[in-house]
């Protein structure tokens, strides 16, 4: 069955930088696009980050652009996401999600959303 | 800052019709299909609804999503106490190039 597995989570210094992976399985990695979300404790879901299924295109909100970077190996089945210059408002639970629909090779990258999620990594940054 | 608006919260008895709405705007509801998640306290959100009323395999018929213009809804039928949890509304914002939430509906079963 499809299954995302997050690591890399833990508590850091504010100041310092971190990389989640999301290893991926079950399904078509290499045709998908796949999605990077956080939950702030006591907030609503944030969407952070988009990368195409080539590993082409690369979308981010606001919030994180400049500092945080997706990236891709489709040889491992793996997403990751480079956090820098973290501070205390990135606690977070951080989840991996796969795009609904594949991609097609060829024609303008589209995002629709995600399916499947993984379980999270929580991220705590201590001041 | 939360795109797209839902009601706080919303409650029923079991047995009830439940409906949450969503409301965007011309740049994500109004151009892009909606999603709906499921989701409880510590675990990682279900997708109960996507491309406005696809419903997953799995995914019981009691719910069922529509969308008008720059609005969306999510209506849970015969409501059961399984189905108290947040429940988020989601799309593509093409304005900003980036996926927006909703700022999500508590459901309660009284």
């Known amino acids: 069955q499809v299954q995302l597995v997050e690591s890399g989570g833990g508590v850091v210094q504010s100041g310092t930088s971190l990389r989640l992976s999301c290893a991926a399985s079950?399904?078509?990695?290499?045709?998908?696009?796949m999605h990077w979300v956080r939950q702030i404790p006591g907030e609503g879901l944030e969407w952070l980050a988009v990368i195409s299924y080539d590993g082409r295109n690369q979308h981010y909100a606001d919030k994180v652009k400049g500092r945080f970077t997706i990236s891709r190996d489709n040889s491992k089945n793996t997403v990751f996401l480079q956090m820098n210059s973290l501070n205390p408002e990135d606690t977070a639970v951080y989840y991996c999600?796969?795009?609904?629909?594949?991609?097609?090779?060829?024609?303008?990258?589209?995002?629709?959303?995600?399916?499947?999620w993984g379980q999270g990594t929580t991220v705590t940054v201590s001041s | 800052q939360s795109v797209l608006t839902q009601s706080p919260s919303a409650s029923g008895t079991p047995g009830q019709r439940v409906t949450i709405s969503c409301s965007g705007s011309?740049?994500?509801?109004?151009?892009?299909?909606v999603n709906w998640y499921q989701h409880l306290p510590g675990m990682a959100p279900k997708v109960l609804i996507h491309?406005?009323?696809q419903r997953p395999s799995g995914v019981p018929d009691r719910f069922s999503g529509s969308k008008s213009g720059t609005s969306a809804s999510l209506a849970i039928s015969g409501l059961q106490s399984e189905d108290e949890a947040d429940y988020i509304c989601?799309?593509?914002?093409?304005?900003?190039?980036?996926?927006?939430f909703g700022t999500g509906t508590k459901v309660t079963v009284l």
């Open positions: 989601a799309a593509w914002d093409a304005g900003r190039n980036t996926y927006v």
């Open positions: 079950g399904f078509s990695f290499t045709t998908y696009g």
């Open positions: 491309s406005n009323n």
């Open positions: 011309s740049t994500n509801i109004g151009s892009n299909t």
């Open positions: 999600a796969k795009e609904i629909y594949r991609g097609i090779a060829g024609s303008v990258y589209y995002y629709y959303g995600m399916d499947v």
